[in-house]
């Protein structure tokens, strides 16, 4: 017998084949399929049946196919999640058919034929419409067959996981329980408890659980008190390894779902990845020559319209039009950024404080820039001089990053990078305007460092296109204080 109990093995200690469930289709193997042949094989296969159509060549069609599912798979091999991201996924969604077509002409050119550009319109608009048939499909698919999902931790972390995924309308994932102590009377979260982590196994094949997510508290804390100095990866290892179920850290599903790192659930060996000698981030020329490609012309544009705000913003009050503010930017050097003044003149007089919802020293014109982030238009001279970039995290001001530097871990991290005009916890999380909100974007924060890139950064200046009309002081998405700080769970 195995030193599992309840268990039948044979005599080298494997479970036979009677313990466990009939294979089946698991939903998330079902969800990486349809996403595969909805999104890329169909879209492909479309074009080159209506380039052979309207061509009547054979090995053209076939190249077309090819180079468009290539550029499919290719476009969404991005570090960021797609699904936070409607108006970038759209983006994504349209050039890729387009940019299948140029290297599929491209390649013909090459091989000397010669195929004319009209043709291809009939192609790209179907690809476009087999995609958006596909996209509707796999959402649809997502909300009637999500992957049940277990956490091994605590309630409160269930219940923070299920919580987040809901809010950001993550279908994918059904949150059904947690392995560990019972949760308290007061607790009502509708999870249920599946037990300690002895009886994983049968809790797995029972409830049909799909993903493992290890929230890495005490042991103690898992496995309400049981053989608390066993590691738990090893208990479900030796449980689980021959059943169709999937495990993650709660760090790195966090990052793929929801697009932030919970700094609960980390420490400083997260930060190897970045010294692993395979982690290949922007190169600072890349980044540097994309911020003048933009920036530049972006400048050269907003002089009329900068020259038009500065006048309303004289004849408001006659004060003046541009405000400077000391922030640290990368490597903690300190640089002062430019922005429209949206605040009466003498509107820190008492000393820096976090400005809130509604705050009477915001001038009437001063709401309209801030809501529309105009104001923000002169750091483009901050980017042309290379003290910001276009995207990266907000720099903030040296007596406020002094304090959070006491308060949240890892918080100077972030200035691995230079700072940003946006960002991407800018667009998740909008104004901080509080410590919390502050430690709620350093999760993001910490996320673009460790996921930036080129086509990262283009895809957050198309969604913060898309969302510039949104009120910056926004209510901030963020779960309670305990989750992001790592604070007592329950």
Not at 81 to 88: F, S
Not at 161 to 169: D, I
Request: glycine residues 8%.
């Amino acid at each position: 017998m195995s030193a599992r109990e309840g268990v039948i093995a044979d005599t080298n200690g494997y479970p036979l084949a009677d313990d466990r469930p009939p294979r089946a289709l698991r939903a998330l193997e079902a969800q990486r399929l349809l996403d595969l042949i909805a999104l890329k094989v169909m879209p492909a296969l479309a074009a080159g049946v209506i380039a052979y159509l309207h061509l009547g060549q054979v090995g053209y069609a076939v190249v077309l196919a090819a180079a468009m599912l290539v550029t499919l798979q290719l476009v969404e091999r991005c570090a960021l999640p797609l699904d936070l991201m409607p108006a970038a996924r759209i983006a994504l969604a349209l050039v890729a058919p387009v940019l299948g077509a140029l290297l599929a002409l491209v390649l013909e050119l090459g091989a000397g034929d010669h195929v004319a550009l009209g043709p291809l319109e009939p192609s790209v608009i179907g690809a476009w419409l087999v995609l958006a048939l596909g996209a509707w499909m796999t959402v649809h698919f997502q909300e009637g067959r999500p992957a049940r999902v277990a956490v091994v931790g605590s309630a409160g972390f269930a219940s923070d996981l299920a919580a987040e995924l809901r809010a950001a309308g993550i279908r994918g994932y059904e949150v059904v329980g947690w392995f560990g102590a019972a949760a308290p009377a007061e607790h009502s979260s509708g999870l249920e408890c599946l037990g300690t982590l002895d009886g994983v196994r049968a809790a797995v094949i029972a409830r049909r659980i799909e993903l493992l997510v290890w929230a890495r508290e005490e042991p103690s804390e898992q496995r309400g008190g049981a053989d608390g100095g066993v590691d738990p990866c090893a208990l479900i290892a030796d449980a689980c390894l021959d059943l169709p179920v999937r495990m993650i850290e709660a760090s790195q599903l966090y990052e793929e779902a929801l697009g932030h790192v919970p700094l609960g659930t980390i420490d400083s060996a997260w930060f190897r990845y970045m010294m692993h000698p395979r982690f290949r981030p922007t190169s600072p020329l890349w980044k540097r020559a994309s911020d003048l490609a933009i920036a530049l012309p972006s400048a050269i544009l907003a002089l009329p319209f900068v020259a038009v705000l500065a006048i309303a913003i004289k004849l408001t009050d006659s004060g003046p039009v541009l405000y400077r503010q000391r922030r640290v930017g990368e490597r903690g050097r300190e640089f002062y950024v430019l922005k429209l003044r949206t605040m009466v003149p003498d509107a820190e007089a008492a000393g820096p404080q976090w400005c809130a919802p509604g705050d009477e020293r915001v001038t009437r014109l001063g709401r309209m820039l801030r809501r529309t982030h105009l104001d923000e238009i002169p750091q483009l001279w901050n980017v042309l001089r290379g003290e910001m970039t276009l995207v990266g995290p907000r720099p903030e001001r040296p007596e406020i990053v002094t304090d959070l530097e006491r308060r949240f871990p890892h918080y100077t991290r972030r200035h691995l990078v230079k700072p940003g005009i946006t960002g991407w916890a800018q667009l998740r999380c909008g104004y901080a305007g509080s410590e919390l909100g502050t430690a709620w974007k350093l999760c993001h924060d910490l996320f673009y460092v460790k996921r930036r890139s080129v086509l990262a950064d283009w895809l957050i200046i198309v969604e913060t296109l898309f969302e510039a009309g949104r009120d910056a002081h926004r209510a901030l998405r963020a779960p309670e204080r305990r989750f992001i700080v790592g604070e007592a769970s329950d």
